[in-house]
């Protein structure tokens, strides 16, 4: 992991523009579900493409990137973490297709 959030010398959250990735809930699950961890959502962010199907909000991306034979779509808002007391890309949703 090249940057993120130290806390007591440990990484915690891995950053993307220079904010932590901290997952929702049910994007916890879909990252489970489909064997991913959040240094592939920030992969897929970093060097995936906008494939947002409609207009998002400007604090909304929608990325998708081809690997393994599968498209991997992770989608991020701004948000705010209160434990962290910083602002923060709030994971909302990852998801696959088959190519």
Not at 62 to 90: F, P, Q
Request: glycine share 8%; hydrophobic share 35%; proline share 3%.
């Amino acid at each position: 992991m090249f940057g993120g959030i130290v806390l007591k010398e440990h990484w915690i959250y891995p950053t993307w523009q220079s904010l932590p990735l901290i997952p929702s809930r049910s994007a916890m699950n879909e990252l489970w579900k489909y064997g991913l961890a959040l240094d592939d959502a920030k992969q897929v962010l970093e060097e995936g493409y906008d494939c947002s199907d409609g207009k998002r909000k400007k604090t909304v991306f929608e990325r998708c990137l081809h690997s393994r034979g599968k498209v991997i779509k992770i989608v991020v808002a701004c948000g705010y973490n209160h434990s962290l007391a910083t602002d923060c890309w709030v994971v909302t949703h990852v998801g696959t297709v088959k190519e």
